[in-house]
Nanobody, 119 residues
Framework: QLQLVESGGGLVQPGGSLRLSCAAS????????IGWFRQAPGKERQEISC????????NYADSVKGRFTISRDNAKNTVYLQMNSLKSEDTAIYYC????????????WGQGIQVTVSS
């Protein structure tokens, strides 16, 4: 069974950090671009970052640029999203997705994980 599974979410205070992981099972991430999306209550799902299959290209939404870093470890079949300087507006359900390129995401989706930034 082909799956993406997110982990590492939770409750953190403003200014804090979390690292999300997106692990694949049933297939290799080696040649897939991986994107992170998030959806806050009452809002549309928003793409926040993507990394190409070889890791050579990374992009970020303006709202997270300079605070979030996407990386991948193909040996572990995992992609990470390091989130620093978290703000209350980062509170959302975070999803990872795989595709043939950052322009063609959505082939596979994880189930999502909650991130709550609150004091």
């Amino acid at each position: 069974q082909l799956q993406l599974v997110e982990s590492g979410g939770g409750l953190v205070q403003p200014g804090g950090s979390l690292r999300l992981s997106c692990a694949a099972s049933g297939f290799s991430l080696d040649y897939y671009a991986i994107g992170w999306f998030r959806q806050a209550p009452g809002k549309e799902r928003q793409e926040i970052s993507c990394i190409s299959g070889n890791g050579g290209s990374r992009n970020y939404a303006d709202s997270v640029k300079g605070r979030f870093t996407i990386s991948r470890d193909n040996a572990k079949n995992t992609v990470y999203l390091q989130m620093n300087s978290l703000k209350s507006e980062d509170t959302a359900i975070y999803y990872c997705t795989a595709g043939r390129s950052c322009q063609r995401l959505g082939g596979y989706w994880g189930q999502g994980i909650q991130v709550t930034v609150s004091s």
